[in-house]
């Protein structure tokens, strides 16, 4: 499922960075920016412990990346 690190798939295409990443409207926008294709969504969230809220997140792309400081960023690519 998800591992810590950098994504390294598709570096060329564009990056939209997404904050409250597992808030109702900006997980649709998520939803809709990988619906899209090429381009890279970032998001961050406060916790990983709402699992309630980020296990749907991590469940739009099964290989999402995620690293935890003081918030998690996820790193997220559907392959085109």
Known sequence: MASNGEQDQDS?????????????????????LLKAGNVRVRGTVRSLKTEEKVVPLLGMVPDARYTQKR???FNMVVPS
Request: with cysteine; net charge neutral; charged share 0%.
């Open 12 to 32: 060329s295409a564009p990056v939209a960075l997404v904050t409250g990443a597992s808030g109702f409207i900006a997980s649709h926008i998520v939803q809709q």
């Open 71 to 73: 918030m998690c960023c």
